[in-house]
């Protein structure tokens, strides 16, 4: 990254082949600017479209803590919002999951992380990030992936339950209920 005139140039920090960065111009970006992630809450629905359940993943955070969470990623330099949510869906759900990417990516919240939760309440340790986000109609079979240990599938009431939404960190549950509200499932 070179700076010139006390203006941050990212050029060569977001120039790089198939939109990754290494490590250490990941971290210089997170400095630099806020990034831009997808979080996608994937549901299966019944024939009318309404959704039946929610999708919850299991992982486990470097301190040894279980925690339910959606499917989120950052979009890629030169992706498309539409791809980058197949992306991770994949990604975190597998190859077969057979999610319905919706035709217009216009998501139902856009939700801003801070590192600081007195700014917005949702809060990510590590940057500034912009998330756009979805529900996804998930009709194939589903095996987590990548870093997550399980999904459960919930009903939307068992969603919204309190012993699920306290373990969901950084804001997570209020998203899911936003999601839940969005899809007119909301307890």
Known sequence: ??????????????????????????????????????????????????????????????????????????????????EALLRHIEKDLGPVALPRIPTDPTPFAVVEYFQSPEVSGFVDARQHAVALAYVIPVAGDCEPSSQALDIAWLTPREAASQDVL??????????????????????
């Open 1 to 82: 990254m070179r700076e010139s005139d006390g203006v941050a140039d990212l050029t060569d920090v977001t120039q790089t082949q198939g939109g990754w960065l290494s490590s250490n111009d990941l971290e210089q970006a997170r400095g630099a600017l806020p990034i831009v992630y997808i979080e996608a809450v994937p549901v299966r629905v019944d024939a009318l479209g309404n959704v039946t359940h929610v999708g919850l993943l299991l992982e486990a955070t470097p301190t040894g803590t279980l925690n339910r969470t959606l499917v989120s990623g950052r979009v890629h330099l030169g992706e498309r919002i539409r």
């Open 166 to 187: 306290v373990q969901m960190i950084g804001g997570r549950d209020r998203v899911l209920r936003m999601a839940l509200a969005h899809a007119g499932v909301l307890p």
